[in-house]
Protein backbone atom coordinates (compact mmCIF):
# COMPACT_ATOMS: atom_id res chain seq x y z
CA UNK A 1 0.00 0.00 0.00
CA UNK A 2 1.30 3.19 -0.70
CA UNK A 3 2.14 5.46 2.22
CA UNK A 4 4.67 6.50 5.09
CA UNK A 5 5.41 3.36 6.71
CA UNK A 6 7.23 4.17 10.40
CA UNK A 7 8.66 1.53 12.86
CA UNK A 8 8.59 0.59 15.39
CA UNK A 9 5.12 1.28 16.93
CA UNK A 10 6.07 1.75 20.16
CA UNK A 11 8.96 1.37 22.17
CA UNK A 12 10.29 1.81 25.53
CA UNK A 13 14.03 2.91 26.42
CA UNK A 14 16.14 3.72 30.09
CA UNK A 15 17.68 6.65 30.33
CA UNK A 16 20.63 7.15 27.91
CA UNK A 17 20.03 4.16 25.63
CA UNK A 18 20.08 5.25 21.82
CA UNK A 19 17.67 3.97 19.44
CA UNK A 20 16.57 5.25 15.23
CA UNK A 21 13.26 5.53 14.67
CA UNK A 22 12.74 4.35 10.84
CA UNK A 23 10.39 6.01 8.31
CA UNK A 24 9.85 4.84 4.67
CA UNK A 25 7.82 6.63 1.83
CA UNK A 26 6.80 4.87 -1.82
CA UNK A 27 4.96 8.17 -3.09
CA UNK A 28 8.47 9.27 -4.90
CA UNK A 29 8.03 12.28 -2.77
CA UNK A 30 10.92 14.71 -2.30
CA UNK A 31 10.22 16.48 0.95
CA UNK A 32 9.38 14.40 4.75
CA UNK A 33 9.43 15.37 7.90
CA UNK A 34 9.67 14.42 11.81
CA UNK A 35 7.49 15.85 13.99
CA UNK A 36 6.96 14.89 17.72
CA UNK A 37 3.34 15.34 19.50
CA UNK A 38 2.84 16.15 23.36
CA UNK A 39 -0.62 15.04 24.88
CA UNK A 40 -2.92 18.03 24.54
CA UNK A 41 -0.50 19.40 21.61
CA UNK A 42 -0.20 20.47 18.50
CA UNK A 43 2.73 19.09 16.52
CA UNK A 44 6.12 20.69 16.55
CA UNK A 45 8.61 20.08 13.82
CA UNK A 46 12.32 18.38 14.73
CA UNK A 47 13.94 18.08 11.17
CA UNK A 48 12.73 18.35 8.15
CA UNK A 49 14.64 17.24 4.62
CA UNK A 50 13.52 19.66 1.58
CA UNK A 51 15.11 16.94 -0.95
CA UNK A 52 17.18 14.13 -1.22
CA UNK A 53 20.56 15.00 0.44
CA UNK A 54 19.19 17.90 2.35
CA UNK A 55 18.15 18.27 6.38
CA UNK A 56 17.42 21.36 8.27
CA UNK A 57 16.43 22.00 11.72
CA UNK A 58 12.75 22.37 13.14
CA UNK A 59 11.58 24.02 16.12
CA UNK A 60 12.78 21.37 18.69
CA UNK A 61 15.99 19.65 17.26
CA UNK A 62 18.53 19.51 20.40
CA UNK A 63 18.40 15.15 21.35
CA UNK A 64 17.77 14.34 17.66
CA UNK A 65 19.89 13.79 15.20
CA UNK A 66 18.64 12.63 11.37
CA UNK A 67 19.47 10.93 7.85
CA UNK A 68 18.17 10.92 4.87
CA UNK A 69 19.06 7.33 3.53
CA UNK A 70 17.88 8.10 0.39
CA UNK A 71 15.07 9.17 -1.53
CA UNK A 72 12.57 6.98 0.24
CA UNK A 73 14.09 6.60 3.94
CA UNK A 74 14.63 9.69 6.58
CA UNK A 75 15.57 8.29 10.44
CA UNK A 76 15.63 10.08 13.43
CA UNK A 77 17.80 9.04 16.19
CA UNK A 78 18.06 9.84 19.79
CA UNK A 79 21.64 9.37 20.72
CA UNK A 80 21.01 9.77 24.84
CA UNK A 81 17.67 9.33 25.20
CA UNK A 82 15.72 11.44 27.74
CA UNK A 83 12.38 11.33 29.66
CA UNK A 84 11.81 14.73 27.98
CA UNK A 85 11.85 13.00 25.17
CA UNK A 86 8.36 10.92 25.71
CA UNK A 87 6.42 11.68 23.00
CA UNK A 88 4.70 10.48 20.36
CA UNK A 89 7.05 10.75 16.97
CA UNK A 90 5.01 11.32 13.30
CA UNK A 91 6.90 11.07 10.26
CA UNK A 92 4.98 12.71 7.10
CA UNK A 93 6.13 13.36 3.72
CA UNK A 94 4.91 16.48 1.06
CA UNK A 95 4.79 19.04 3.22
CA UNK A 96 2.81 17.17 5.63
CA UNK A 97 0.12 15.75 3.03
CA UNK A 98 1.18 11.82 4.21
CA UNK A 99 1.85 11.10 7.90
CA UNK A 100 2.77 7.78 9.08
CA UNK A 101 0.60 6.41 11.98
CA UNK A 102 3.22 7.39 14.65
CA UNK A 103 5.73 5.96 17.17
CA UNK A 104 4.72 5.77 20.58
CA UNK A 105 8.24 6.27 22.71
CA UNK A 106 8.03 6.14 26.87
CA UNK A 107 11.90 7.09 27.84
CA UNK A 108 11.84 6.03 31.75
CA UNK B 1 9.29 32.26 17.22
CA UNK B 2 6.13 32.57 15.18
CA UNK B 3 3.42 30.49 15.54
CA UNK B 4 -0.13 29.47 14.32
CA UNK B 5 -3.04 29.36 17.20
CA UNK B 6 -6.74 28.44 17.54
CA UNK B 7 -9.30 30.62 18.74
CA UNK B 8 -11.09 27.44 21.04
CA UNK B 9 -9.30 24.39 22.06
CA UNK B 10 -13.22 22.49 22.35
CA UNK B 11 -16.36 22.87 19.82
CA UNK B 12 -19.49 20.37 20.92
CA UNK B 13 -22.22 20.39 18.17
CA UNK B 14 -25.43 18.61 17.11
CA UNK B 15 -25.10 16.05 13.90
CA UNK B 16 -26.64 17.57 11.34
CA UNK B 17 -25.52 21.07 11.96
CA UNK B 18 -22.57 23.13 10.61
CA UNK B 19 -19.40 23.47 12.29
CA UNK B 20 -16.87 26.40 12.12
CA UNK B 21 -13.16 25.74 13.50
CA UNK B 22 -11.16 28.91 13.70
CA UNK B 23 -6.89 29.37 13.89
CA UNK B 24 -5.29 32.06 14.06
CA UNK B 25 -1.75 32.69 12.25
CA UNK B 26 1.26 35.32 13.38
CA UNK B 27 3.76 34.66 10.14
CA UNK B 28 2.61 37.21 7.36
CA UNK B 29 4.87 35.41 5.38
CA UNK B 30 3.09 32.27 5.70
CA UNK B 31 1.43 31.33 1.90
CA UNK B 32 -0.16 27.58 2.08
CA UNK B 33 -2.05 26.56 4.67
CA UNK B 34 -3.70 23.36 5.44
CA UNK B 35 -5.99 21.81 7.61
CA UNK B 36 -6.17 18.13 8.90
CA UNK B 37 -7.93 16.20 11.11
CA UNK B 38 -6.78 14.15 13.65
CA UNK B 39 -9.01 10.63 15.10
CA UNK B 40 -7.37 9.35 18.64
CA UNK B 41 -4.17 6.90 18.17
CA UNK B 42 -3.55 7.86 14.49
CA UNK B 43 -1.77 10.31 12.91
CA UNK B 44 -2.43 13.41 11.00
CA UNK B 45 -5.18 13.06 8.26
CA UNK B 46 -5.11 16.18 5.08
CA UNK B 47 -8.21 17.58 4.56
CA UNK B 48 -8.10 20.29 2.65
CA UNK B 49 -5.46 23.35 1.76
CA UNK B 50 -6.03 26.66 0.32
CA UNK B 51 -2.89 29.46 -1.05
CA UNK B 52 -2.69 32.82 -0.15
CA UNK B 53 -3.91 33.97 -3.57
CA UNK B 54 -6.89 32.45 -2.83
CA UNK B 55 -10.13 33.32 -0.36
CA UNK B 56 -12.24 30.19 0.13
CA UNK B 57 -11.73 26.59 -1.95
CA UNK B 58 -14.36 24.08 -1.31
CA UNK B 59 -14.10 20.47 -0.84
CA UNK B 60 -16.51 18.15 -0.05
CA UNK B 61 -18.70 19.13 3.15
CA UNK B 62 -15.57 21.52 4.07
CA UNK B 63 -14.76 24.92 3.24
CA UNK B 64 -11.52 26.81 4.37
CA UNK B 65 -12.07 30.69 4.35
CA UNK B 66 -8.55 32.51 4.33
CA UNK B 67 -8.86 36.11 5.35
CA UNK B 68 -4.94 37.56 5.04
CA UNK B 69 -5.79 40.72 6.10
CA UNK B 70 -6.09 39.71 9.99
CA UNK B 71 -4.57 36.06 9.54
CA UNK B 72 -7.02 34.36 10.16
CA UNK B 73 -7.96 30.75 8.66
CA UNK B 74 -11.65 29.03 8.96
CA UNK B 75 -12.27 25.21 8.23
CA UNK B 76 -16.55 24.99 7.87
CA UNK B 77 -18.08 21.75 8.15
CA UNK B 78 -20.93 20.72 6.61
CA UNK B 79 -24.12 18.85 7.83
CA UNK B 80 -21.72 17.68 10.51
CA UNK B 81 -21.48 13.81 11.43
CA UNK B 82 -20.55 11.67 14.24
CA UNK B 83 -17.95 10.37 12.56
CA UNK B 84 -16.29 13.90 12.10
CA UNK B 85 -15.57 14.18 15.64
CA UNK B 86 -11.66 14.67 16.20
CA UNK B 87 -9.31 17.08 16.92
CA UNK B 88 -8.92 19.50 13.80
CA UNK B 89 -5.33 21.29 13.10
CA UNK B 90 -4.18 24.02 10.86
CA UNK B 91 -1.09 24.39 9.66
CA UNK B 92 1.27 27.13 7.61
CA UNK B 93 4.16 26.84 5.67
CA UNK B 94 5.95 30.12 4.39
CA UNK B 95 7.88 28.44 0.66
CA UNK B 96 5.68 26.23 -0.38
CA UNK B 97 5.43 25.09 -3.86
CA UNK B 98 7.15 23.27 -6.60
CA UNK B 99 8.20 19.52 -5.56
CA UNK B 100 10.22 20.78 -2.38
CA UNK B 101 8.73 21.62 0.50
CA UNK B 102 10.03 23.92 3.82
CA UNK B 103 9.18 24.15 7.37
CA UNK B 104 5.29 23.22 8.08
CA UNK B 105 4.25 25.01 11.39
CA UNK B 106 0.69 23.32 13.72
CA UNK B 107 -1.66 24.43 15.49
CA UNK B 108 -2.44 24.01 19.15
CA UNK B 109 -6.02 22.23 17.86
CA UNK B 110 -9.29 22.32 18.27
CA UNK B 111 -11.21 19.34 19.66
CA UNK B 112 -14.91 18.81 18.11
CA UNK B 113 -17.01 16.47 19.70
CA UNK B 114 -20.37 15.85 17.49
CA UNK B 115 -23.45 14.45 19.44
CA UNK B 116 -26.18 12.26 17.77
Known amino acids: NAGVTQTP ?15 AQDMNHNSMYWYRQDPGMGLRL ?30 LRLESAAPSQTSVYFCASLGGYTFGSGTRLTVV | GESVGLHLPTLSVQEGDNSIINCAYSNSASDYFI ?3 QESGKGPQFIIDIRSNMDKRQGQRVTVLLNKTVKHLSLQIAATQPGDSAVYFCAETANAGGTSYGKLT ?11
Open chain 2, 35 to 37: WYK
Open chain 1, 46 to 75: IYYSASEGTTDKGEVPNGYNVSRLNKREFS
Open chain 2, 106 to 116: FGQGTILTVHP
Open chain 1, 9 to 23: KFQVLKTGQSMTLQC
